[in-house]
């Protein structure tokens, strides 16, 4: 008896192992594509044009981490592609909001156009297009995912937060499309990969 309840308590020891150990795997997506710290070598130029696409704050945060590392830049939170010329770089915060798209009367299709012509705008210019997604996973989901699947193939760079990458969504596309990817921990990360586009 007492043999029978050792092996079975040492059989769900090592199912619970294996399902750590999956779990704890799962959440990095690291395994989907080659990350990196930060970039080597400056890929933007300043000033930089920063926008929200979705119409979340993820914008106005990311203009303030310019602001406090020093990168001239210039906010719009609607943005077109007649806007990017003259800047030496677009930085593009996707993040949607029911409230923040409701607030800026704008329709889904718009947003979707506005933000679709303004990184093809940024490419033909030759002007470098960095695409941050801060949200976590609060900004995931069919809408988010749907702007990134869109966006990121014209993208030079990626920044995300680990937790939003869970499923290795973000890290399939720099895959796909050969984009460099920063995956960080929290918010506060976010400085060191974003100092390094231009410095």
Do not use: C
């Not at 594509?33 to 000033?47: D, I, N, S």
């Not at 979340?56 to 981490?65: D, F, N, Q, R, T």
């Not at 990121?152 to 995300?160: E, L, Q, S, T, W």
């Amino acid at each position: 008896m007492v043999y029978r309840l050792r092996k079975a308590l040492l059989i769900l020891l090592i199912v619970s192992i294996l399902i750590l150990t999956w779990y704890f795997r799962l959440p990095s997506g690291d395994n989907h594509a080659e990350t990196v710290p930060h970039l080597f070598k400056p890929l933007g130029r300043e000033r930089a044009l920063i926008t929200t696409v979705g119409q979340g704050p993820e914008g106005l945060i990311v203009a303030k981490m310019a602001d406090e590392l020093k990168i001239r830049n210039y906010y719009r939170y609607k943005a077109e592609a007649i806007d990017v010329e003259g800047y030496g770089s677009l930085l593009v915060a996707v993040g949607y909001s029911d409230m923040g798209m409701l607030s800026s009367r704008i329709s889904w299709g718009e947003e979707k156009q506005r933000a679709l012509e303004l990184v093809k705008a940024a490419k033909k210019q030759r002007i470098p297009v960095i695409l941050l997604h801060l949200g976590g996973r609060s900004r995931r989901g069919h809408k988010n995912d749907e702007l990134i699947n869109m966006l990121a193939p014209h993208a030079d760079y990626m920044i995300v937060l680990r937790n939003g990458n869970r499923d290795g969504f973000f890290s399939r596309i720099a895959k796909e499309n050969q984009i460099p990817i920063t995956v960080v921990r929290d918010m506060e990360a976010v400085k060191i990969p974003l100092n390094s586009v231009y410095r």
